[in-house]
């Protein structure tokens, strides 16, 4: 099981990002996939995971309306598409797989991590 994250970078408040999470090693269609964030000096915290096929969505209050969870199962690819970015977004990102196929944004449902991609929101 991999799970690879991509697409961060550096970019100004009010700005977009793509992020991208590889999955390589089992069946996607069957698993539920989280986004998770991690800034220096604070806990981990759900962003928002995807359920399996049908691909209802959960959403951290704080990303409501500015972020959507998208999946592909065809190219084993899950997307966080992030709009209005602000300085608060800043953090490391992580997709994760959940232990089965619906999705919540507690870390402790995830039994597999990807390695994190780093997000940064500065002018």
């Known amino acids: 099981v991999q799970l690879q994250a991509s697409g961060g970078g550096l970019v100004q408040p009010g700005g977009s990002l793509r992020l991208s999470c590889a999955a390589s090693?089992?069946?996607?269609?069957?698993?539920?996939i989280g986004w998770f964030r991690q800034a220096p000096g604070k806990e981990r915290e759900g962003v928002s995971c995807?359920?399996?096929?049908?691909?209802?969505?959960n959403y951290a209050n704080s990303v409501k309306g500015r972020f959507t969870i998208s999946r592909d199962n065809a190219k084993n690819t899950v997307y966080l598409q992030m709009n209005s970015l602000k300085p608060e977004d800043a953090a490391v990102y992580y997709c994760a797989r959940a232990y089965g196929s619906s999705c919540g944004l507690i870390s402790w449902a995830y039994d597999s991590w990807g390695q994190g991609t780093q997000v940064t929101v500065s002018s």
């Open positions: 995807i359920s399996n096929f049908a691909g209802s969505a």
């Open positions: 090693g089992f069946t996607l269609d069957y698993y539920a």
